[in-house]
C-alpha cells in the first residue's frame, strides 16, 4: 500500500488568497475588454478559488500595442547591459526574498508537493540571475581578413517576444523565457497556462518594485485557443517561443507560419532511463524513483520509461516496485509530501485512464489508482509497470503524471532500439561504468539531452531543447540570447575595396 500522509489537515488556504485576477497591459492591471472570466480549481478541493480575466484578440491586441510602444519609445532596449542587468538582479532578490510565499501559491494553484515548489521558486530567482549575468558577459564577433575588411556582427532585440507556457511548474517554466527575453533588451506579453495563472499574476507586482518600465513586460490571461491563438497570429510580435504538448506545438507552427516568426518549441516526452547490470543500483533506483514521481511526474523530462538489463531485471522490478509503495503521497502542503495532486481533473482523468489501459498492456507492480484516505482531489498514486513491450500506449504515449513504464533488454543494441523507438526525444538517463558503452550510448540515443548516472541536474550554460517531436530549438545560455536577438553582420572595408565593373565594356554597348 502506498504511504500517506493522513494527520494533516486536507486543504491548506493561503493567508490572503486573491479571488480575482486580471490582466497586466502598459503598467496597469485591467480586465478583459468583453469582461469575460474563466473559472481557476485548486487541486485538491477541485473548488473554483478564483476567477481570472479570460483574454481574447481584443486584450491581446491591447499587450502587444503596450508593449510595442514600450520596445519603440521607451528605455528598455536602450539601456546599457548593466543596467538592465541590475534590474534583473532586483527580480531575483525579490523573488527569493519571497520565495516561501511563492511556493504556498504555487503549491496551492498546482498541487506541486510544497518542498519541490519552493526549490522551483529558487530556480526561477536563479534564472534571473544567470541571464543577468550572462548579459553582461555578452560579447559578440569580430572578423578580420588582413588588409581588407574588419567584419562584426550587431545584436540586437527583435521587438515584442509572446511568450506561452504550461501548467507545470508555472512560475520557473515563465521565468525560463522571462529572463532571456527581457535581458536582451525584448519587450514581452506572457500568456500564461489557463490552469495555473496565479503565480504568473505575481510578476507584475515583482517587476514594478524591481524597476522595469511600464509597458516592458505584459500578461494576458486566457484559454490557449482564444488568448494563445491571438498571441500567435498578431502580426505584431515577430517571435513565440512555446512551452507545452506536441500537438500544440504542430498548430502553433502552422499558425505562425503564415507570417514567418521566429518560434522556439519546447515540446513533450517519453524519456528512457537504461539501466545496465553494471549500475550502481542504488543509485540508479533512486534517481529513478525521483526522475518520474518528482513534480507530481508533470514533468516534461520525466524518466518514465525504465529499461533493465535482463540479468538484473527481477531484482530492479521488486526493488523499484517496493520503493515506489513507500513514496509518500499528501496534501501539498505538507512538507513530508512526495507526490500531491495532479493539477486539475481533466488531466486526473487522463493520467487514470492511462492507468487503466496500462493494466490490460502490462503488469501492473505498484499502485494503479486512488490512494487509500484521499476520497476526493486529484490524488494519484505513483503507479509502476513492468514487462512493457515496446508497442504499448503506456511505453509510447506521454502520460505526464506519476506513472512508470519497466521493459527489459537482452542487448546494448536493443536497449538503443528501445530508447529511441518512440516519437519523442527529449531527455535520456543512462546507467552504466562502462566508460566506452556510456558515451557511445549517448551519442546514439535521440534525444536533445543526456545525463550518465545522474538524475536531471542542470547546468544553465547548456543546450535546453528536444529532437524529434519533443521540440524545434534551443535555449539555454547563449542560446537563448540567440533566440531572443537578431544578429546583423556589418561589413567594413578597410582598403581599395575590389569592384568588378560591370557596363564599361565599348563592345557590349553594341
Ligand atoms: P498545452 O500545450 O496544453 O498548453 C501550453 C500552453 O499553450 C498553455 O498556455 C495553453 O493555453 C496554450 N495553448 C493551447 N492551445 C493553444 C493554441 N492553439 N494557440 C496558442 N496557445 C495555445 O500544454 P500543457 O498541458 O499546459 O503542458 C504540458 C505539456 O508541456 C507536456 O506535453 C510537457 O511535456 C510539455 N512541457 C515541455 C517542456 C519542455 O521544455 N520541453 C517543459 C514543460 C512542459
Known amino acids: 500500500m502506498t504511504d500517506t500522509v493522513t494527520d494533516a489537515p486536507p486543504r491548506h488556504i493561503p493567508e490572503d488568497l486573491p479571488t480575482t485576477i486580471q490582466h497586466y497591459i502598459g503598467g496597469r492591471f485591467v480586465d478583459s475588454v468583453d469582461a469575460d472570466t474563466f473559472d481557476v480549481l485548486d487541486p485538491v478541493s477541485n473548488q473554483v478559488y478564483l476567477t481570472a480575466a479570460a483574454g481574447k484578440q481584443a486584450d491581446v491586441d491591447l499587450a502587444v500595442e503596450a508593449a510595442t510602444t514600450a520596445f519603440r519609445d521607451g528605455p528598455w532596449p536602450r539601456l546599457l547591459p548593466r543596467e538592465r542587468s541590475r534590474i534583473?538582479?532586483?527580480?531575483?532578490?525579490?523573488?527569493?526574498?519571497?520565495?516561501a510565499r511563492l511556493a504556498e501559491l504555487e503549491s496551492f494553484d498546482s498541487g506541486l508537493p510544497i518542498t519541490q515548489a519552493l526549490g522551483q521558486a529558487r530556480r526561477a530567482a536563479e534564472n534571473f540571475r544567470f541571464f543577468a549575468d550572462l548579459i553582461v558577459a555578452q560579447s559578440d564577433d569580430t572578423y578580420k581578413v588582413p588588409g581588407r575588411q574588419i567584419n562584426y556582427v550587431n545584436r540586437t532585440p527583435i521587438g515584442v517576444a509572446g511568450l506561452i507556457t504550461p501548467w507545470n511548474t508555472p512560475f520557473m517554466l515563465e521565468s525560463w523565457k522571462l529572463a532571456p527575453a527581457l535581458a536582451t533588451g525584448n519587450t514581452v506579453v506572457l500568456k500564461p497556462a489557463e490552469f495555473t495563472p496565479l503565480s504568473a499574476s505575481l510578476w507584475a507586482g515583482i517587476f514594478e518594485?524591481?524597476?522595469?518600465?511600464?509597458?516592458?513586460?505584459?500578461?494576458?490571461?486566457?484559454l490557449g485557443e482564444e488568448a494563445g491563438d491571438a498571441l500567435v497570429k498578431h502580426p505584431g510580435v515577430p517571435l513565440i517561443s512555446f512551452t507545452g504538448e506536441s500537438s500544440t506545438g504542430q498548430l502553433i507552427f502552422a499558425n505562425a507560419a503564415?507570417?514567418?516568426?521566429?518560434?522556439?518549441?519546447?515540446?513533450?516526452?517519453?524519456?528512457?532511463?537504461?539501466?545496465?547490470?553494471?549500475?550502481?543500483?542504488?543509485?540508479a533506483i533512486?534517481?529513478?524513483?525521483?526522475?518520474?514521481?518528482?513534480?507530481?511526474?508533470?514533468?516534461?523530462?520525466?524518466?518514465?520509461?525504465?529499461?533493465?538489463?535482463?540479468?538484473?531485471?527481477?531484482?530492479?522490478?521488486?526493488?523499484?516496485?517496493?520503493?515506489?509503495?513507500?513514496?509518500?503521497?499528501?496534501?501539498?502542503?505538507?512538507?513530508?509530501?512526495?507526490?500531491?495532486?495532479?493539477?486539475?481533473?481533466?488531466?486526473?482523468?487522463?493520467?487514470?485512464?492511462?492507468?487503466?489501459?496500462?493494466?490490460?498492456e502490462a503488469r501492473l507492480v505498484a499502485g494503479g489508482g486512488r490512494p487509500e484516505g484521499f476520497e476526493t482531489g486529484n490524488?494519484?498514486?505513483?503507479?509502476?509497470?513492468?514487462?512493457?513491450?515496446?508497442?504499448?500506449?503506456?511505453?509510447?504515449?506521454?502520460?505526464?503524471?506519476?506513472?512508470?513504464?519497466?521493459?527489459?533488454?537482452?542487448?546494448?543494441?536493443?536497449?538503443?532500439?528501445?530508447?529511441?523507438?518512440?516519437?519523442?526525444?527529449?531527455?535520456?538517463?543512462?546507467?552504466?561504468?562502462?566508460?566506452?558503452?556510456?558515451?557511445n550510448f549517448s551519442q546514439s540515443v535521440e534525444a536533445g539531452m543526456v545525463w550518465l548516472n545522474s538524475n536531471n541536474v542542470r547546468d544553465l550554460r547548456t543546450p535546453f531543447g528536444g529532437v524529434k517531436a519533443s521540440g524545434l530549438g534551443?535555449?539555454?545560455?547563449y542560446r537563448s540570447i540567440d533566440f531572443y536577438t537578431q544578429q546583423q553582420a556589418v561589413h567594413i572595408t578597410l582598403g581599395k575595396v575590389h569592384n568588378p565593373t560591370f557596363g564599361k565594356s565599348d563592345a557590349a554597348a553594341h
Open 474 to 477: 534551443h535555449e539555454g545560455g
Open 379 to 439: 490524488f494519484v498514486q505513483p503507479t509502476v509497470f513492468a514487462d512493457v513491450v515496446p508497442d504499448a500506449r503506456i511505453f509510447q504515449e506521454e502520460i505526464f503524471g506519476p506513472v512508470v513504464a519497466i521493459t527489459p533488454f537482452d542487448t546494448e543494441d536493443e536497449a538503443l532500439r528501445l530508447a529511441n523507438g518512440v516519437r519523442y526525444g527529449l531527455a535520456a538517463y543512462i546507467w552504466t561504468k562502462d566508460l566506452e558503452r556510456a558515451h
Open 286 to 360: 533512486d534517481a529513478t524513483i525521483f526522475g518520474v514521481f518528482s513534480l507530481n511526474g508533470e514533468r516534461c523530462t520525466a524518466g518514465s520509461r525504465i529499461l533493465v538489463e535482463r540479468s538484473i531485471y527481477d531484482e530492479f522490478v521488486e526493488r523499484y516496485a517496493a520503493q515506489a509503495q513507500r513514496v509518500v503521497v499528501g496534501y501539498p502542503h505538507d512538507p513530508a509530501t512526495e507526490v500531491g495532486a495532479l493539477v486539475h481533473p481533466e488531466h486526473y482523468d487522463k493520467v487514470v485512464s492511462y492507468i487503466e489501459i496500462g493494466k490490460n
Open 258 to 283: 503564415p507570417f514567418l516568426k521566429g518560434l522556439s518549441m519546447e515540446l513533450g516526452g517519453k524519456s528512457p532511463a537504461v539501466v545496465f547490470a553494471d549500475a550502481d543500483l542504488d543509485a
Open 209 to 222: 518594485e524591481a524597476g522595469l518600465p511600464d509597458g516592458v513586460f505584459n500578461l494576458v490571461n486566457g
Open 88 to 99: 534583473l538582479h532586483r527580480v531575483a532578490d525579490i523573488v527569493e526574498s519571497r520565495d
